[in-house]
Nanobody, 127 residues
């Protein structure tokens, strides 16, 4: 079992930056693809970004390309989401997830490809 704990959310103004962290425990995540999803009130959970197990591949939703960056530090068993130029439409609960299957370059984009989830961290961007 892997436990994922997100942190770093908060209330910021439009244009600001936040860095989310996802700390894993229980098992090493070095062999897992990792992803971030978000869910706004009244909306479905949506894919934000994913990184392959070796960090060599990443994918982003079009809505965050050029503004968000995913990274991982396998030595610290942690995944990060750097969010710049935040917009009010980025307001959501952000979830970290781990996918145990796939090859070294796999970057799953569907929520049902993931096996473990964190509890989420709230990000609120005011205009």
């Amino acid at each position: 079992q892997v436990q994922l704990v997100e942190s770093g959310g908060g209330l910021v103004q439009a244009g600001a930056s936040l860095r989310l962290s996802c700390a894993a425990s229980g098992r090493t995540i070095s062999t897992y693809a990792m992803g971030w999803f978000r869910q706004a009130p009244g909306k479905e959970r949506e894919f934000v970004t994913a990184i392959s197990r070796n960090g060599g591949s990443t994918d982003y939703a079009d809505s965050v390309k050029g503004r968000f960056t995913i990274s991982r530090d396998n030595a610290k068993n942690t995944v990060y989401l750097q969010m710049n130029s935040l917009k009010p439409e980025d307001t959501a609960v952000y979830y970290c997830a781990a996918c145990v299957s796939g090859n070294y370059y796999y970057t799953p984009q569907s929520w049902d490809d993931y096996d473990y989830w964190g509890q989420g961290t709230q990000v609120t961007v005011s205009s």
